[in-house]
Every structure is written in C-alpha cells, then in structure tokens.
C-alpha cells in the first residue's frame, strides 16, 4: 500500500509543481478489476478507488492486513465511507446486500469481516470511491441516496460558484465516529467549489474530483492562504488537504468533486473562513 507522510507548511511552501503533486495528488484511482489504496499518516485516513471488472474484489484484496495496519481485518478498528461514482453495483458487508446505484453511498461501521465489491456490468463498471479512518466504536451500516442527503444550496451564479453540496455521512444524517463525506456539484455554467476559501486545523480533508470532460481541467488551490500554490487535476484524481491548507477549485467547466473530512470533530460549519481579497 502506498503511503503518504505528512507534510510541513513551512516545508511544502518550497515544493516544486513535481514534489507538491508527489506529495498530495492521487493521479489514478480506477484501473478496472483493481482497489488502489492510499494510506496518509494525516490522521491515517485511506483513500481508495475499487472498481470491480468480473469479478469481485475484496476490501483486503492483495493486502497483508496484518503487516499494513497490525489487525487481523480491515476494518477491526477503521470505518468506511463509500461513494459510487460508476455504474451500477454492489456492496456485500458480512453476507448483507446493498445495491449502489450511480452516486449511492454507503457507510460500513467499525468491525465487518468480509466487504465485497462487484460491478452489475464490467464494461460499464461501478467506481467505489471509499475513504477510511480510524474507529472506535461500532455504529450500523447506512445506504444513502442522494436523495436521503442533508442538501445545502451554496454560491451564485454572478460568482460563479453556484453549487449543491450533499452531505451523506453526516451527524444529521446517520452517525459514524470521525469520517463525514458527500458530494458537491457545481450548478452548469459554474467552476468555483469551497471560494470563499477556508481552513480547519481541526481537520484535515481530501477532495476527489470527478464528471471534468475529457479536455477540462479544475486547478486545485492548496496552500496557507497567504502562501497559495495550485494542483491541476483531470477526472477522477484526488487531492489530500493537510490541516493547514485551503482547498477549493476552479475548473474549466463544470464538474462534481467528494469531499471527506476526518479529524477532531465533525462539525461541518466549524471552518475559519477566509476572506477572497487576503488570500495571495
Ligand atoms: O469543509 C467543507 C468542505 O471543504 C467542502 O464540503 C466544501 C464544499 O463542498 C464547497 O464549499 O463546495
Ligand atoms: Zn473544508
């Protein structure tokens, strides 16, 4: 399993294009019949692509759990958030079926043995987008739509920020212990997500962008406020946003982007807001 360190502001304000995207971009996530992991030493969160071809594949497919996270499953002392951003399929905890229709999620809670993913068609495969944290206590696995998501109405169109953000895992939602994520799409004609910007030390976050058009990109801002650099992401990458960096976007046309948040809290309102004209 690939792992990330965590990386210093006063350090990464000296990064190169190459080391910034080293350290914090995540360039291929779905590669058909394969689960890609990426363990960050950021409040151990692991982000995930699964994309199941033929065949099955299992949350510990080619892992030594044992020698990975010193467990003797996967989940013994994690959580899972998962988001379907392909076509249909299917999700098996401990024997239970759920079916996850394009944008349906799911939470596994701390515990479940066996986790299976399979795609309903191979050649139009589903696309697990999946982030774990560290648990310690059981809560009950949760399918949710998009439309059983907490829906919050952000930005304008004179800004051009104008978008939706669905929060899934959510305290108004379901419960979990650390992990909250959902979905933000930009409304047509709109490419600025999370400006205003903001920080907050109490968590840190990854984005994964996704629905940019073969020949868009969104360029991902990072960075203190005061010391900004930028990212620029095709479809399906994902970003890790340590604690003290911004995270927004600007794409050259629309798309949609998963946010997930691990860290002290879960308080999605609790941010510093920054104010646009500060920012350099
Ligand atoms: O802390 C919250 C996260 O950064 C995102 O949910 C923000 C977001 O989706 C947006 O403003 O578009
Ligand atoms: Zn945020």
Known sequence: MEIRQPSNSRDAKHYTTDRLREEFLIEEL??????????????????????PGDKAITLDENLDVWKNLGTNSFLERRELGVINIGG???????????????????YVGMGAKEVLFTSDDPKNPAKFYS????AHKTYKNVHIDITNAKQVNLGSDESCNKRTIYQYIHPEVMESCQLSM????????????????HTHERRMEVYVYFD?????????????????RHIVMKNEQAVISPSWSIHSG?????YTFIWGMV?????????????????K
């Not at 982030?131 to 560290?134: E, G, I, N, Q």
């Not at 940019?212 to 900004?228: A, C, K, L, N, R």
């Open 30 to 51: 779905f590669v058909t019949g394969k689960i890609k992991r990426v363990y960050s030493h950021i409040d151990r969160i692991i982000t995930m692509g699964i994309c």
């Open 88 to 106: 249909k399929g299917q999700i098996t905890v401990d024997g239970e079926v759920y079916k996850l229709n394009e944008r349906d999620g799911l």
């Open 131 to 134: 982030l774990s944290a560290p």
């Open 182 to 197: 959902g979905l933000t799409k930009m409304a047509p004609g709109n490419v600025w997500n999370t400006m205003p910007a």
């Open 212 to 228: 940019i058009p073969e020949d868009s990109v969104v360029f991902h801002y990072m960075g203190e406020p005061t010391e900004t």
């Open 250 to 254: 600007c794409g050259t046309s629309a």
């Open 263 to 279: 860290g002290e809290n879960k308080a999605f309102d609790d941010m510093d807001h920054l104010k646009i004209t500060d920012l």
